[in-house]
């Protein structure tokens, strides 16, 4: 399970990338997707992990800080992350805790990535990448598929510092948001598929974290 809920976790980090910022150049403001899954393993159910991980997530964007708030059907906000660039830290709020972490120091290493032929997502034409990590520790691999937007762009330098997966060398690459990607591995898939995508300005204090709450470092 803690394998499924690692991976669940890398790739709800690894979309972003983010038309249109404060300059009008970059892309800043709200995706809301929805989230499906497949389980290849009878011990973990789809209905388990859309209740661990929610059925819709919120994606608000801001000259590379992110916030992404995962949702069940009903409603209810199960958990809210939090990257903020200045401090290149990733934030995790649960039942009011702070769980943080930084993309600079982790196990995850990009071990191949292929450009396939431009598809299709959210009626837009995409570049379309394939995309496989491993866990230096663990040395279970994951595979994930991507549809990149081009017309939502980023700068890439914004992620200079994310070395996480190697996200720094593939933000250089597509210097845009997915509107779709999937991650799989052997115990289950899931897929993050862009239902509306909005223009919105924020302040970048919408991505500070209340400095009272409790923290645990992850590592």
Known sequence: MKYVISSVLYVLILS???QQNSNGKYF???IEYKISYIAYDNKVTEGMLAERNGTKMIYSFKDGNYMKEYYTREGDLIQKRIYNRADNQMYMITN???????????SFKLTSIKQGQDDVAFDRVCHHYYMELTDSITHNKMKYEYYFDPTLKINPIWYAKYTEGDWNKVMDKVKCIAVKYTNETSVFKQIHTA?????????LSDFIIDPTLPKKHLN
């Open 16 to 18: 972003s990338c983010g």
């Open 28 to 30: 800043e403001g709200r």
């Open 96 to 106: 009011d805790t702070v769980y943080t972490y930084s993309p600079a120091r982790s």
């Open 195 to 203: 239902s509306k995508v909005e223009i919105e300005r924020f302040d």
